[in-house]
């Protein structure tokens, strides 16, 4: 069984733009925090961003202001926007639903010029 499925990721040159894409079964979005994470080349995993269940958003410093994490509760998806990339944003990003202990496939997210 499939809880979460990533999407959007890509090659992406620094300055540029990507949006995240994560669908979530139901039974672990309805109510539960969401989060994406990454774990870039050669590091440990590290949040990025979360949403709880009516909208209250958290950010890494990394990201703030250029990283923007949403939700849609009747596609059970959330969203990362993800402005003004950095090589250092490069990794392969997952979202993780509170309500589990699983985690999605992940998507590699590559800024590079």
């Known amino acids: 069984q499939v809880d979460l499925v990533e999407s959007g990721g890509g090659l992406v040159q620094p300055g540029g733009s990507l949006r995240l894409s994560c669908a979530a079964s139901?039974?672990?979005?309805?109510?539960?925090?969401m989060k994406w994470f990454r774990q870039p080349p050669g590091k440990q995993r590290e949040l990025v961003a979360g949403?709880?269940?009516?909208?209250?958003?958290k950010y890494a410093d990394s990201v703030k202001g250029r990283f923007t994490i949403s939700r849609d509760n009747a596609k059970n998806t959330i969203y990362l926007q993800m402005n003004s990339l950095k090589p250092e944003d490069t990794a392969v990003y997952y979202c993780?639903?509170?309500?589990?202990?699983?985690w999605g496939q992940g998507i590699q997210v590559t800024v590079s010029s």
């Open positions: 993780k639903s509170m309500g589990s202990t699983n």
């Open positions: 139901t039974r672990i979005f309805r109510g539960y925090e």
């Open positions: 949403i709880n269940s009516f909208g209250s958003t």
